[in-house]
């Protein structure tokens, strides 16, 4: 034990109790390929027994914003973890790759070995969910640089998909249809505003508000939903010409990323469940509805565009993976995104 530098802030023996206690939660994760690695200063993971001829290697890399402020303030760290892994995988499926590893990098003002394993926890819920290994990360205390209390986490994935069924969006054509699949709630992106609306409207996260069952921090702390085992058994029956995972810039910023030039989606809000928390926000903030639909995913975390000739048995596939989907909209000539209100 440095004495030293223990007393600029930092422990040592903190850092060991973390590592003892997140051994378990690293071993839930493992899946074919990974290589035990946990304390090297590398994860590791065999990339040949994916069996792909060609393989395509899509990375992503991510944080949870300001929502961790709020975990934070309601001492509840078990779950962010979740949601920066969903951030990261989310993203790197919608190129057609499955995640395969995981690392997270946790910046904290203090060691503290129970609030590090609840956070960690989350991220293996997370990786479990995504049927990848967390492979290796980063603890890094450092007091003076955060305040007391507070802490920060990323994340970074790496996915593979054989480079014939890459999904880039060029595919996309007139006529091809937009399947959503339902989100978990806010998930992890508009808290700046979200929290502007708590404090200007001093809501208090411990309370109940008419027309919800929980209290309104544990709604918001809803962890992101992760689309991998739903998204992987549509891939493997049908051709997917483009996806689209619903972040930061809601409708009108995401979609219009994946669509070829000259081409727009038509969106039909109408077949869209939307989540009591966006009305609930809406209300408090005094937010036009096209506006929530520039920030928030309004209830739909992820999009498929598809032939339509596919469309029953997509529909089909996922309904059967437990996901309550349903067609919102078309593709047709023009810019953007419109919608239809």
């Given at each position: 034990?440095?004495k030293?530098?223990?007393?600029?802030?930092?422990?040592?023996?903190?850092?060991?109790?973390?590592?003892?206690?997140?051994?378990?939660?690293?071993?839930?994760?493992?899946?074919?390929?990974?290589?035990?690695?946990?304390?090297?200063?590398?994860?590791?993971?065999?990339?040949?027994?994916?069996g792909?001829?060609?393989?395509?290697?899509?990375?992503?890399t991510?944080?949870?914003?300001?929502?961790?402020?709020?975990?934070?303030?309601?001492?509840?760290?078990?779950?962010?973890?979740?949601?920066?892994?969903?951030?990261?995988?989310?993203?790197?499926?919608?190129?057609?790759?499955?995640?395969?590893?995981?690392?997270?990098?946790?910046?904290?003002?203090?060691?503290?070995?129970?609030?590090?394993?609840?956070?960690?926890?989350?991220?293996?819920?997370?990786?479990?969910?995504?049927?990848?290994?967390?492979?290796?990360?980063?603890?890094?205390?450092?007091?003076?640089?955060?305040?007391v209390?507070?802490y920060?986490?990323?994340?970074?994935?790496?996915?593979?998909?054989?480079?014939?069924?890459?999904?880039?969006?060029?595919?996309?054509?007139?006529?091809?249809?937009?399947?959503?699949?339902?989100?978990?709630?806010?998930?992890?992106?508009?808290?700046?505003?979200?929290?502007?609306?708590?404090?200007?409207?001093?809501?208090?996260?411990?309370?109940?508000?008419?027309?919800?069952?929980?209290?309104?921090?544990?709604?918001?702390?809803?962890?992101?939903?992760i689309?991998?085992?739903a998204?992987?058994?549509?891939?493997?029956?049908?051709?997917?010409?483009?996806?689209?995972?619903?972040?930061?810039?809601?409708?009108?910023?995401?979609?219009?990323?994946?669509?070829?030039?000259?081409?727009?989606a038509?969106?039909?809000?109408?077949?869209i469940?939307?989540?009591?928390?966006?009305?609930?926000?809406?209300?408090?903030?005094?937010?036009?509805?096209?506006?929530?639909?520039?920030?928030?995913?309004?209830?739909?975390?992820?999009?498929?565009?598809?032939?339509?000739?596919?469309?029953?048995?997509?529909?089909?596939?996922?309904?059967?993976?437990?996901?309550?989907?349903?067609?919102?909209?078309?593709?047709?000539?023009?810019?953007?995104?419109?919608?239809?209100?």
């Open positions: 034990m440095s030293k530098y223990m007393e600029a802030g930092v422990s040592l023996e903190a850092g060991y109790e973390s590592v003892r206690r997140i051994k378990s939660h690293v071993s839930r994760t493992k899946i074919k390929g990974s290589i035990d690695s946990l304390g090297a200063f590398g994860g590791m993971f065999d990339l040949s027994v994916l792909l001829k060609e393989p395509v290697l899509v990375s992503g991510d944080g949870v914003g300001t929502k961790l402020m709020l975990a934070i303030e309601l001492d509840k760290h078990d779950t962010i973890g979740q949601d920066v892994v969903a951030m990261c995988v989310n993203d790197v499926l919608v190129q057609g790759a499955m995640p395969i590893y995981f690392l997270d990098y946790i910046a904290v003002w203090k060691n503290i070995p129970s609030q590090i394993e609840a956070i960690v926890k989350g991220v293996a819920d997370g990786c479990v969910l995504s049927e990848c290994a967390l492979i290796g990360g980063e603890t890094a205390e450092m007091p003076g640089m955060y305040e209390g507070h920060d986490i990323a994340g970074f994935t790496v996915g593979a998909v054989e480079k014939s069924k890459l999904i880039t969006g060029n595919k996309i054509k007139d006529g091809d249809v937009i399947i959503g699949l339902p989100s978990s709630g806010v998930h992890s992106n508009g808290f700046s505003l979200v929290r502007k609306i708590l404090k200007d409207n001093k809501l208090e996260l411990d309370k109940i508000y008419h027309g919800f069952e929980e209290k309104l921090g544990a709604v918001l702390l809803t962890p992101t939903k689309y991998v085992k998204i992987k058994k549509v891939l493997e029956k049908v051709e997917v010409n483009g996806m689209c995972h619903i972040t930061g810039g809601g409708f009108y910023e995401n979609v219009p990323r994946i669509l070829p030039k000259g081409l727009k038509k969106i039909d809000i109408n077949n469940v939307t989540p009591k928390i966006f009305e609930f926000l809406g209300e408090k903030g005094e937010i036009p509805k096209e506006e929530l639909y520039n920030v928030f995913n309004m209830g739909i975390g992820f999009m498929i565009i598809i032939d339509e000739k596919f469309s029953n048995e997509t529909l089909e596939l996922l309904n059967l993976s437990g996901e309550k989907v349903t067609l919102i909209g078309r593709i047709e000539k023009g810019e953007g995104v419109e919608l239809k209100w």
